[in-house]
């Protein structure tokens, strides 16, 4: 029987571990050297470099309506912190520094977690979706991805109006698992972002233009069954990779092509919300299973 971790033993232990991590991280961030970006400006720097917007309401698996309007609140009561914020050279983005704790006294509602590998409900759950929104805006430009935390292995929840490659989304819990950014150029960089209707809706923005361009791109995606070598139970899995390609602008070249991650992951949800063909068990595994 593997051993327990500190965390696991109760509750309480739980939460020891929480308010740990918590103060580690205050400590951490109190003898960085590097400064946070933290000033913000309602005048929207004059080049656009990449906009998205993302779907507030979905729908995700079994998971309740009532949690969609909880998340619908805590994005919009986050968003104001975040717009118009300004990543100078050396400057980095936090996004817990400048939302702050999603504290229910604060207005912040109840929404879809991820803990333990499962779909739960927590205060501030589905703010996710606003790194999400962060990220794959900074993945269009030069900034620095510096801290970045995805749920690994697992394809939570069916797709529902997919714009982004699976597996390029983010996860984040107060205030130890953050989403951060490190602007190593020469040029200021801007976050609009706003809650519009039924999208949350985001602008990354520059005061000069950009050299280069940047594509991200899903490559080898598909869903196919195999054996789980703990049990030898049938299982369907998702794999593909995402990749970057950096284009200058000027001679329209390709000057640098990345893969950025290679998804494996474990479809935890009723394959039949699956709407892509799935590849069978090859041969020699479905013999095996015999």
Known sequence: MARRLFSELSPTTYQIALARRRMQRRIADGLRRSSFARQASQESLPVKVYTHNS???????????????????????????VDGILIRPGETFSFWRLVGEPSSRRGFQPGVVIFDDRAETGVGGGLCQFTNLLHW???????????????????????????????????????????????DTGITFQFRVRTVDEHLRGEL?????????????????????????????????????????????????????????????????????????IRPLSGSESAQRR
């Open 55 to 81: 779907l507030i309401r979905r729908r995700l698996g079994n998971a309740q309506p009532e949690l969609q309007e909880g998340k619908a609140v805590s994005l919009g009561l986050a968003a104001p912190h």
């Open 137 to 183: 805006m900074a993945l269009h430009s030069p900034l620095s991805i510096v801290e970045h935390h995805h749920h690994s292995g697992l394809d939570l929840f069916p797709d529902f109006k997919r714009q982004i490659p699976f597996g390029t989304g983010t996860s984040i819990v107060w205030n130890f698992l953050d989403y951060r950014l490190r602007n």
């Open 205 to 277: 923005r520059a005061d000069a233009p950009l050299d280069q361009k940047f594509h991200v791109r899903e490559e080898d995606g598909w869903f196919y069954e195999a054996l789980d070598p703990q049990t030898g139970k049938l299982q369907v899995r998702r794999h593909n990779i995402v990749s970057r390609s950096t284009r200058d602008k000027r001679t329209g070249n390709i000057v640098a092509s990345e893969t950025l991650l290679e998804n494996d992951a474990l479809v935890v949800y009723d394959r039949d919300r699956i709407t892509e063909p």
